[in-house]
């Protein structure tokens, strides 16, 4: 009982990205992963959650039962949801080390206001120290990030993170003033097609937004190609240094 209403407390004052917090807190405290989940299972069950997303964590057989030496060869099956939930760009995968990644090209369609507060590149961010993993710089103001033009983060807070970091290009979806009146941003706000619950466009809001996504693409061409040039003889010299 207890539970259920600090979480509904909660999810009242912080939405969900408070309760997943929350619940995060708790597990790590109890310290036993089977306690953990039955305790979030409880907490989904208790507040409905579950019932008012509009997907459920995918409920699939796990490759690694009873054949991986960690943790995971005891679960028969694993549950999957979007990694989204914690920032809106896959840098877990890009920053491995062994990827060896020079560039990444950045389309951050992020719904408001999360966008203009720049959480997934912050999030990034927060996964690359936490990681101990190179990362460009960011701009105090996130939001300048916000314009319908290429921005290059090639900034590194030491000597060290630069001979490893990659440089990112970032594009957002934003409106385009030199292209038309569309804001997806608005559009989102005012509950328009532009929501990430709307899984129906018509052809002229899909022909809408890809023409926004183009023009933003094509007035960043120039600053993407000699980005990509730049790349390639980065990783030139460091191939004839070898």
């Not at 995060?24 to 953990?36: I, P, R, T």
């Not at 997907?55 to 949801?81: D, V, Y």
């Not at 206001?113 to 990034?124: V, Y």
Request: hydrophobic share 35%.
């Amino acid at each position: 009982q207890d539970l259920r209403e600090e979480l509904r407390e909660v999810m009242e004052r912080d939405g969900w990205e408070g309760v997943t917090k929350r619940l995060a807190q708790k597990a790590l405290n109890c310290g036993l992963v089977d306690q953990a989940k039955e305790m979030i299972g409880r907490a989904l069950d208790a507040t409905n959650m579950n019932l008012s997303r509009p997907f459920s964590p995918g409920k699939f057989c796990n490759p690694a039962f009873e054949h991986s030496p960690g943790p995971m060869k005891r679960e028969k099956f694993i549950h999957l949801m979007d990694a989204g939930i914690d920032f809106n760009l896959p840098w877990p995968p890009l920053l491995r080390p062994e990827r060896e990644v020079d560039l990444v090209i950045v389309f951050d369609a992020t719904a408001p206001p999360d966008i203009n507060r720049g959480l997934a590149m912050k999030g990034g961010a927060e996964y690359a120290k936490k990681h101990g993993l190179p990362f460009p710089r960011l701009p105090d103001d996130m939001e300048s990030l916000q314009k319908p033009v290429a921005t290059v983060l090639s900034e590194y807070s030491s000597e060290h993170d630069g001979k490893n970091c990659p440089t990112v290009v970032y594009l957002p979806l934003v409106a385009n003033p030199e292209h038309s009146t569309f804001d997806p941003q608005q559009t989102t706000i005012d509950g328009g097609y532009c929501s990430s619950f709307n899984f129906e466009y018509t052809r002229e809001q899909s022909e809408e937004l890809s023409a926004l996504t183009t023009s933003i693409l094509l007035r960043s061409q120039e600053v993407i190609e000699d980005e990509i040039i730049a790349a390639v003889r980065r990783r030139q010299k460091r191939a004839q240094n070898c």
